[in-house]
């Protein structure tokens, strides 16, 4: 089925999701008993030169409280939990009828549908991924998801969810992560022992906005689910629940990167960074870390971006998130960091051991998306064939039902810009046109104009390079909804439409530009590559 096909599907399977209305008359029918806050083990700090960049950060709060007044899931978190209450399995198959949903519908694309069958059974121990997921799809807090069963057992001891051992203390970094970014040791101290639960006590409901928001997402209303989010994160800092504010905080960064807003994610994300470390688990500094890397990368501040990615690296095996999903997507987004950076000599052996977990993990979304990183790294290394290989491969698991709207338009995107890349140009601008298809629901204009960007590209593959630089002149504007390298990498292609069309000193001025933007955000190399083929042109 060609993407534009699949994009008129989409449109379609939109109307096709859970209402607001069965969420509104649903979400009290099923509420589990109240459970005690998660304890988890305490796993001590990294060392301060991981974290003292997140001191400075602190101040953020007062910036975003004041934004807020105006106006997967968040990684495949992983870390196996013991089964200890069968009534979990009930509740979950409970919530899901309630809530309408499909057992392929909950899954989505981090597990199987036959996961979902075996978790509702009782067969199978859920993840601390999979709990994540499900709370989110169940629109669910976790402790009250999980009961006070599982909460116990996530505090025993965390094991690795492949590898069957719980991984000791001394254990060094995976692959990626330097001497700097490694945790300091420290003696562990036990966790405090769980409070009793008051006899009273009762779990707040979610709040209709956070559920109104999940719904704004699902109906592609980002500036509706962000404004919910955003009262909502700030009636939870008032309340001082930290680890609530985190699981908001998380929420919402991901309806302000689906929405395109990168500086207002990225002071989000620094605030809830310093917030989960002061909190005793690794898990959730991972999970934030991750995000926080990720968000500097969209940003353009790529020479920060590593730190937190190898401090998260180094803090896998402490969260018992070594060999997991979750490390399967840590490591992808920092292979995309390097490539960004051109410091592509640890690309090659990040990306195989990439793989190499993704193979290990039962869930074929993480697979197909393995294979797409894998693919753009390839890209990127100039080995055109190899990145064609892994975009086939990746397109035999991703589709626009184990993808988000906005994922499944980047996916396009990647297999555009591949089948460029290899010549395939027929290919190619069936690719284009599904991706055109999919910003047409969207309305997020960065994504327009990265997509501009593309058809800028297959316009001068083909040869037209006027209508090329025509596009490339609308998106390096004063206005332009780009920023970072992403710009960069624009003012580069300009350049090479105006040497195309004979304008030599045109040209050398938009790769100056374009490397001044390089060295701001620390990709030297990259500026060092755009002054080269400055003097090329010049030269010529």
């Known amino acids: ?106 899954a989505g694309d981090v597990v199987t549908s036959s996961y979902i069958s075996l978790l509702e059974s009782g067969k199978r121990a859920p993840t601390l991924d999979v709990i994540i997921h499900l709370a989110e799809q169940l629109v669910m807090p976790v402790d009250e998801l999980v009961g006070q069963g599982i909460a116990g057992s996530l505090a025993a001891e965390p094991v690795s969810a492949h590898s069957g051992a719980a991984p000791g203390p001394a254990a060094s970094a995976p692959a990626g992560a330097t001497a700097a970014s490694q945790p300091a040791s420290r003696p562990r101290t036990p966790a405090p022992p769980p409070a009793s639960p008051s006899p009273t006590a009762v779990r ?11 719904n704004a997402m699902q109906s592609n209303d980002y500036a509706r689910s962000i404004e919910l989010l955003r009262d909502l994160y700030a009636q939870v800092l008032a309340e001082g629940d930290p ?70 690296l180094a803090l896998l095996r402490p969260a018992g998130l070594h060999g997991t999903s979750e490390h399967v997507r840590l490591l992808g987004t920092l292979v995309s960091v390097l490539c960004e950076l051109s410091d592509t000599g640890p690309v090659p052996a990040l990306v195989s051991e990439m793989l190499e977990l993704a193979e290990s993990v039962d869930a074929p979304g993480i697979l197909g998306r393995s294979q797409w990183v894998a693919a753009m790294a390839y890209d990127q290394l100039g080995s055109a064939e190899d990145a064609h290989t892994f975009i086939v491969r990746a397109r035999q698991h991703l589709t626009p039902a184990t993808l988000t709207l906005r994922d499944w338009l980047r996916f396009c995107r990647s297999t555009t810009s591949i089948l460029l890349n290899t010549g395939h140009l027929d290919d190619a601008h069936e690719w284009l046109l599904g991706a055109e298809q999919t910003t047409s629901l969207m309305n997020v204009p960065a994504e327009t104009a990265a997509l501009a960007a593309l058809r800028a590209r297959h316009e001068s593959a083909l040869g037209r390079h006027e209508s090329a630089l025509k596009l490339y002149v609308g998106l390096t504007g004063e206005d332009s909804p780009l920023s970072g390298l992403q710009l960069a990498r624009v003012c580069l292609a300009k350049a090479e439409e105006l040497r195309a069309l004979n304008r030599p000193e045109e040209a050398a001025e938009a790769l100056r530009g374009a490397a001044a933007i390089c060295e701001e955000n620390g990709a030297y190399q990259l500026a060092v590559q755009m002054w080269r083929r400055m003097d090329e042109i010049r030269s010529h």
């Open 1 to 106: 089925m060609s993407p534009s096909i699949i994009s008129r599907h989409l449109r379609s399977s939109l109307t096709q999701r859970p209402t607001l209305t069965g969420y509104l008359t649903k979400v009290n029918a099923i509420r589990a008993p109240a459970a005690e806050t998660l304890t988890r083990t305490w796993a001590g700090e990294a060392n301060d030169s991981n974290y003292s960049y997140l001191e400075q950060h602190k101040r953020n709060r007062r910036y975003w409280i004041s934004a807020s007044s105006t106006g997967p899931p968040p990684g495949e978190r992983s870390s196996t939990v013991r089964n200890q209450h069968p009534d979990f399995g009930e509740r979950v198959r409970a919530r899901r009828r309630e809530l309408g949903l499909s057992q392929q519908q909950l």
């Open 204 to 214: 707040t409901p979610t709040p209709p906005s956070q559920i109104l928001a999940v």
């Open 243 to 312: 680890m609530r504010s985190i699981e908001v905080g998380l929420q919402l960064q991901r309806a302000l990167q689906t929405h395109g807003d990168h500086d207002q994610r990225l002071a989000l994300l620094e605030e809830l960074a310093a917030t989960a470390s002061d909190q005793p688990s690794d898990a959730v500094r991972v999970a934030v870390l991750t995000e926080l890397g990720s968000a500097l990368r969209d940003t353009g501040y790529l020479s920060r971006a590593r730190t937190p990615l190898e401090s998260a």
